[in-house]
């Protein structure tokens, strides 16, 4: 069945950090583009980023220089590494697998992140 579990969410304080974790159920990696995406309160779920199977990444704008996204291929694990977090990163953090127009699984619980002092 497929299935991706987010984790690694809290409560942080602006400029902290924290590393957000997504286990998938099989090896998908090497088959689907996986995204870590967003959605806070009132607003649209939105790509951070994402990383093909080739290993190129791509990200927001007011996430670049500060998130990276990695995988582990033999762990069939998929990270968020989120660095000098803001306010505005506040929200709930999804994973997920996109081929084309297809998605890898139904949305998930997510992950909440926040970002207060």
């Known amino acids: 069945q497929a299935q991706l579990v987010e984790s690694g969410g809290g409560l942080v304080q602006p400029g902290g950090s924290l590393r957000l974790s997504c286990a998938a159920s099989?090896?998908?990696?090497?088959?689907?583009?996986m995204g870590w995406y967003r959605q806070a309160p009132g607003k649209q779920r939105e790509l951070v980023a994402d990383?093909?199977?080739?290993?190129?990444?791509n990200y927001d704008d007011s996430v670049k220089g500060r998130f990276t996204i990695s995988t582990d291929n033999a762990k069939n694990m998929m990270y968020l590494h989120m660095n000098s977090l803001k306010p505005e990163d506040t929200a709930v953090y999804y994973c997920?697998?996109?081929?084309?127009?297809?998605?890898?699984?139904?949305w998930g619980q997510g992950t909440q992140v926040t970002v207060s002092s």
């Open positions: 990383i093909t199977s080739g290993g190129s990444t």
């Open positions: 997920n697998g996109r081929r084309g127009s297809r998605w890898y699984t139904s």
């Open positions: 099989g090896s998908i990696f090497s088959i689907y583009t």
